[in-house]
């Protein structure tokens, strides 16, 4: 799956190229999946006007959906830093040894956890994780007061596109894998896998809305957004002092960090906020168009 070509530049007056790393989940779009028409009028205008912006995501490649990749971005960082393309090109591979991910998958397996392992363009759900993640839905939007029409069968064309990727249920493979998400209803689930795989991995609490403790995030020790992304400012030739990192969770808090100007969003945690350097509206009150409007991009 490509990523839309950039627009035709503006003839504008304008300071020097910046480059700008985008969260998805919180940033970039709110947990309905609803993008705001400024988020997307501020990529766009700011490519135009000859900045660079990525995506710097906790899911994979796969994951990043047609309707995301059609607003037009320069590449991404994908799986917590797993994984970097420049356009279209994967030019950054920071995978678990084998050995490394069969003790992972064993110690979710002998707990009864959940999970799911990120390849580049794959994604191993175990056969829970399917249903879990369509409660979670559920239980969302009753706490929002909505009413989904996208958690049916899978072979309902308006399904949430994550359901249908989990549906895919099939051996798991233990070669390329980046990062493991695991989901449990158990609270002290995050701190028995720290304890469990602390040394050879780097574990965060999950991403997702209200699962606390009970999820998480899991990639190789030393693996995260912040040092993947020095790594890819390297191949491009730039500077981390001319980098924006805008995010909204844990797995945000490196990137913000090494960037020169780490801006969190206004729904984000109190833990990232401590990390930022400023803190932005929220992701449906123009959070990214306002960051970019301040910095100059738009």
Known sequence: MQFARRPPRLELHMISPRIAFLDVDGTLIDSGEVIADSTIEAVQTARANGHLVYLSTGRASVEIYPRIRDIGFDGAISAGGGFAEIGNELVIKRTMPEAAVERMVGFYEESGYDFYLQAFDELYPSPGVRNRFAKYLDDDSERKGETRTDLASVTDADEHPALKAFADVRPLSFTGIAKSVFLAGD???????????????????????????????????????????????????????????????????????????????????????????????????????NAFRRHGLI
């Open 187 to 289: 609270l002290t689930a995050f701190d028995r896998v720290s304890a469990a795989l602390s040394g050879d991995f780097h574990v965060i609490t999950g991403t997702i809305p209200h699962m606390g403790k009970g999820s998480g995030e899991v990639t190789l020790g030393g693996v995260n957004k912040g040092s993947t992304l020095l790594r890819l400012l390297d191949k491009l030739g730039l500077d981390a002092s001319s980098a924006i990192g805008i995010g909204d969770s844990n797995n945000d808090i490196e990137m913000l960090q090494v960037c020169g100007m780490g801006i969190a969003m206004g729904n984000a945690t109190d833990a990232v906020k401590a990390h930022a350097d400023e803190v932005t509206t929220s992701v449906l009150d123009d959070g990214v168009w």
